[in-house]
């Protein structure tokens, strides 16, 4: 390059555009974007140009003064200790344990995928060299899309580079291909969800928050003929809760649509095989497109669509987002099948009870010091703040007083007044960590002047489905009441008479 650029003529070698030395007017030079600053007497009035600049600062301005402006920590991990990480945050060095990370099981440093990374790297080297087409598919690629076909029980599967790739890469395809198309999407769907039904362009109906009978008005109000799909997840990210998977997807097929459903804060945590709610409840054939993630349980990054193979080949075959972007590279396809294969073992199926039981120990925990941690029958426990700047100061305080990493989640990733701490307790916090950890919620809670209260509930008195009280007496009775899949009451109950078994079986 060096001997290249020496026979090139001068003039075309590159140069950083620099100000000239000296202009007509002294040394008036500005900045080629930051606007007009013309006036000068007898210059010729300029127009008067965009100032990019102060309209940057004043959106930035609008962030902080609501306390939405997004301030990273500065946290590493530390690789072979999981949950133990340094924060760098304050400029110095400081040991913490960390309680929201969505490397649910810690797979991200399982010395099986560690082992897969590690020989891929030495194999095959770093990166991909090209997008699937050009010089960018390998053996691993198919290799992980066979793996995760035959998770998922289906013909074919799809890799991209992470799961807003494909939900929006896949979306905006449908949509761009079927003829007429309308999209049903939930109204708590993930941004990529959002994304991919906005830009396509196609009719859309927002139906209310995991409830199937407002799908089915909305259903019903377009012609039986028109081609529809069905948008939603079911774990949902910010409050936990698990959509009623069959109902929806029964409801969706009954007007002829297809259903299409993020899985991702589920893949690699729920069902036998740990393929997700559908597999957990029995229903995984129901779900004509399903969207995971190699991310969160899985310890990797990237993302994926399962399907038919028609429809899987349609996608690969238009989406953009998935033909023009260099590939994932061989480690992280190694290390994705090696930790797909450890999730659908034996080994898996205990993670996945150990992760269960400690996030029942913590919220039990929580809820018993009266902390307004919510109900929810998944593995994130949401403690609701209510308050940007309250949120954002408690999570510093548990962070600088008590080396407790939890992240605030503030608008716009949670309304506004739903502001809260997102706590994700993985199987590798020991009991002695989760009790430090409900002893400093409690003490920042007192130390702020905050209520600690059980009477207080932040959680609804009844289950919204069901309508049956939630109260703990009542949970603890051994008959179901509720045959709905998403049903509160069902699967707190649940959560109680496994933990009962669980004592019984300890004594
Ligand atoms: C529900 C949901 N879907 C999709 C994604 C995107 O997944 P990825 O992190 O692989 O891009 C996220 C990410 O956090 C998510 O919460």
């Known amino acids: 390059m060096r001997q290249l650029a020496c026979l090139l003529p001068r003039q075309q070698l590159w140069r950083p555009r620099l100000p000239p030395r000296s202009t007509p007017q002294g040394s008036a030079w500005r900045k080629p974007w930051s606007g007009s600053s013309s006036g000068d007497r007898g210059e010729k009035a300029q127009p008067k140009l965009f100032n990019y600049e102060d309209f940057f600062e004043n959106q930035i301005e609008k962030k902080k003064s609501d306390h939405t402006y997004r301030v990273f920590k500065k946290v590493m991990r530390r690789g072979n200790e999981f949950p133990y990480a340094v924060d760098y945050s304050s400029g110095k060095k400081r040991d913490i344990t960390v309680w929201c990370s969505n490397d649910y099981l810690g797979m991200s440093w399982h010395p099986k995928v560690i082992n897969a990374v590690s020989d891929a790297l030495k194999t095959h080297g770093a990166g991909a060299g090209g997008t699937r087409n050009i010089s960018g598919n390998s053996p691993l690629h198919e290799g992980l899309e066979a793996e995760l076909a035959s998770l998922h029980q289906k013909e074919a599967a799809l890799v991209f580079t992470s799961c807003y790739v494909a939900n929006d890469t896949s979306l905006y395809t449908l949509g761009k291909s079927i003829p007429g198309v309308h999209m049903f999407s939930d109204e708590g769907n993930h941004a990529s969800l959002i994304q991919g039904i906005r830009n396509c362009g196609v009719p859309k109906h927002i139906f209310r928050h995991n409830d199937p009978l407002h799908l089915e008005e909305m259903l019903r109000s377009v012609d039986s003929t028109t081609p529809k799909i069905v948008v939603f997840e079911t774990v949902h990210s910010m409050t936990g809760d698990i959509s009623p998977l069959r109902e929806m997807c029964e409801v969706a097929h009954k007007y002829g649509a297809l259903t299409f459903v993020d899985e991702v804060h589920a893949v690699g945590l729920y069902g036998e095989q740990g393929a997700g709610v559908g597999e957990r409840d029995g229903c995984m054939d129901q779900i004509d497109i399903i969207s995971g993630t190699l991310g969160k349980a899985f310890g990797n990054v990237g993302g994926y669509i399962a399907s038919t193979a028609r429809t899987v080949d349609m996608i690969r075959s238009y989406g953009s987002g998935f033909i023009f972007t260099t590939s994932l590279p061989p480690t992280t396809l190694a290390g994705s099948i090696a ?128 309508h049956k009280p939630l109260a703990v007496e009542i949970l603890q009775a051994e008959e179901k009441v509720c045959g709905r899949s998403n049903c509160t009451y069902a699967s707190l109950q649940d959560n109680f008479t496994t933990a009962k078994r669980q004592m019984a079986m300890a004594y």
């Open 339 to 466: 930790s797909i294969r450890v999730l659908r073992s034996e080994e898996g199926r205990q993670l996945r009870q150990r992760h269960q039981s400690n996030v029942r120990y913590l919220r039990d925990n929580l809820i018993e010091a009266g902390v307004p941690a919510l109900h929810s029958p998944s593995h994130i426990i949401p403690i609701h703040v209510g308050d940007a700047a309250l949120c954002t100061h408690l999570s510093s305080e548990l962070m600088n007083k008590h080396d407790i990493y939890v992240q605030a989640i503030n608008y716009p990733t949670v309304a506004r007044g739903m502001e809260r701490l997102r706590v994700a307790p993985t199987p590798h916090h020991t009991k002695a960590m989760m009790d430090y950890f409900v002893s400093s919620v409690v003490k920042i809670w007192k130390d702020n002047g905050l209520e600690l209260s059980r009477e207080r509930s932040v959680c609804p008195e009844e289950c919204e489905v069901c």
